[in-house]
């Protein structure tokens, strides 16, 4: 029997993917974008889902359409824009709170284990009552789960993406869960991107932005602002696909002359991520769906580091 997996927050699948590649049974995800679930559904068409908030579910909600009286492992990726250092690290954001969403769950369904997802900036993060969220959180899960965290880079994964992310892991069983991050030799976009000649040209900047992204860098830089558009370099991974790739690209271009420069196509950012590029058939929802997402690849050494540690 293959340990049972719910999957809060679950997006395209992700995390349940690297689950399942290390030998778990995906039995239900749950997300409020009937977009991001149609694309799970086509990955775990065996699985039950639930479109709707997760604020408005009960334990036995889960149970009852999970099929199941006991889930093994919960696991999930909050909304994180609160604690991006990309954006705003607005402590009073309202998205912070579906992290406790995640948490009364997790006490209502008392799985053995718990895993969740999430990005770097949440280590540092402040709550809205100025104290460090990472412990506030730690202390709420107390006493029904003892917590590990574990701030990684998908790169040491062998995923082609430089991404910071916080992987915290927690138990019932009182284990001291121990955890080693591969350092895998980095992998390069090469083989990723498509031949110039093959992609279609909407995905091409034009003449008008490229003036407009010089102006704007050297601007920023007169500021003493971070911003700069970033160009991949063939031999290297990707910079972080981040959800609002869709806008402009400018996190991650490829650029073959001062005059000829295009963003990513969805189908290569879904292959940057180790997700299965035919799954995405393009479009803005496809973007944020992608950057959303846990590459697989990273999540999978945990998921098969907690079946070694078994289940009571």
Request: proline share 4%; with cysteine.
């Amino acid at each position: 029997m293959k340990p049972n997996v719910v999957d809060v927050f679950c997006g395209v699948g992700g995390i349940s993917r690297g689950f399942r590649n290390a030998g778990f049974n995906i039995i239900l995800g749950i997300d409020s974008d009937e977009h991001v679930l149609r694309i799970f559904k086509k990955q775990f068409p065996q699985s039950n889902t639930i479109a709707g908030d997760v604020r408005k579910l009960k334990a036995s909600d889960i149970l009852e359409a999970a099929n199941t009286k006991k889930i093994d492992v919960l696991v999930g990726g909050p909304p994180c824009q609160g604690f991006s250092m990309a954006g705003r690290r607005d402590p009073k954001d309202a998205r912070n709170n579906l992290v406790h969403e995640f948490v009364r769950l997790a006490k209502g369904l008392k799985p053995t284990w718990v895993l969740m997802e999430n990005v770097g900036g949440l280590a540092t993060a402040k709550s809205s009552k100025g104290a460090n969220f990472l412990k506030s959180l730690y202390d709420e899960f107390l006493p029904e789960f003892k917590l590990k965290h574990f701030i990684v880079n998908s790169a040491d994964f062998g995923v082609p993406q430089k991404r910071r992310r916080i992987v915290i892991v927690g138990n019932s069983n009182n284990i001291d869960f121990e955890f080693q991050s591969p350092k895998m030799k980095w992998k390069s976009i090469e083989g990723i991107l498509l031949d110039k000649k093959k992609v279609d040209r909407s995905y091409f900047y034009s003449k008008k932005l490229i003036r407009g992204f010089i102006r704007r860098e050297r601007k920023n830089k007169e500021r003493g602002l971070g911003f700069k558009w970033q160009f991949l370099k063939i031999d290297q991974p990707s910079y972080t696909i981040p959800a609002r790739y869709w806008k402009d690209g400018a996190n991650a271009l490829v650029k073959y002359s001062e005059n000829s420069i295009r963003m990513l196509t969805e189908g290569e950012c879904a292959k940057i991520q180790t997700l299965d590029h035919r799954l995405f058939t393009g479009g803005k929802g496809d973007y944020e769906a992608i950057g959303n997402a846990a590459p697989p690849k990273m999540i999978q050494p945990f998921a098969e580091k907690i079946l070694s540690y078994g289940f009571r």
